[in-house]
């Protein structure tokens, strides 16, 4: 059972539209990270998130520890960001689990 | 830059063979870890290495081995592969400093084929 759940599965987009993914765990973490992977298959990290917030560019990190969920903001998409977008939490037992993954197509 | 390399970026095995995935990172990470990609099930991390010959089990390490003789490199062995082992296998490394907080650094991935 995978106990890290993304939503939604699959995103459409126009160009300069803003996108929110949802990422929601189980139980107590030690951090969550946030993953970009291309069409060619490489995994770039984007975030690593313990508390608060955190902004590169157009992309903003958020995590709510209390109530186990953190969300990617892509302000002004592009084409460029269409990826696969992936969040992954280590949990306190140094166990690393992954969700499923959020396909993001941004149309020009 | 980072950069991690893997081996082969294709491979094709026959059941029962032993195989050898190997990494390499140049950043003197002490971090490493092995993880399988398949469709459907996303990323599981196979195993991981927090130093020199130490590891760690991760979600599925079943049917898997691993070395880390020296720090720059990490191999994942099969020892005797079956099908159900065809995948897309990624390598990743990280500095150190924190094993679940460091930023992680991938390889470019090995699909392998087992016929």
């Known amino acids: 059972k995978n106990e890290v759940e993304q939503s939604p599965q699959n995103l459409t987009a126009q160009e300069g539209e803003f996108i929110t993914i949802n990422c929601s765990y189980s139980?107590?973490?030690?951090?969550l990270h946030w993953l970009q992977q291309h069409p060619g298959g490489g995994i770039v990290s984007l975030f690593m998130l313990s508390s608060g917030k955190k902004k590169h560019g157009r992309l903003i990190a958020t995590i709510n520890i209390q109530e186990k969920h953190s969300s990617l903001h892509i302000t002004a998409s592009h084409p460029r960001d269409s990826a696969v977008y992936i969040c992954a939490v280590w949990y306190n037992n140094n166990d690393m689990r992954f969700g499923a993954g959020t396909r993001l197509t941004v149309k020009p | 830059d980072v950069k991690v390399t893997q081996s082969s970026r294709y491979l094709v095995k026959r059941t029962g063979e032993k195989v050898f995935l190997e990494c390499v990172q140049d950043?003197?990470?002490?971090?490493m870890f092995w993880y399988r990609q398949d469709p459907g099930l996303g990323l599981r991390l196979i195993y991981f290495?927090?130093?020199?010959?130490?590891?760690e089990k991760g979600d599925i390490p079943e049917g898997y081995s691993v070395s880390r003789e020296k720090k720059e490199r990490f191999s994942l062995i099969l020892e005797s592969a079956s099908t159900n082992q065809t995948s897309m296998y990624l390598c990743a490394s990280s500095f150190g400093g924190g094993l679940r907080t460091d930023t992680q650094y991938f390889g470019p991935g090995t699909r392998l084929t087992v016929l």
């Open positions: 290495s927090y130093d020199v010959k130490m590891k």
């Open positions: 139980v107590g973490i030690s951090a």
């Open positions: 950043m003197d990470h002490e971090n």
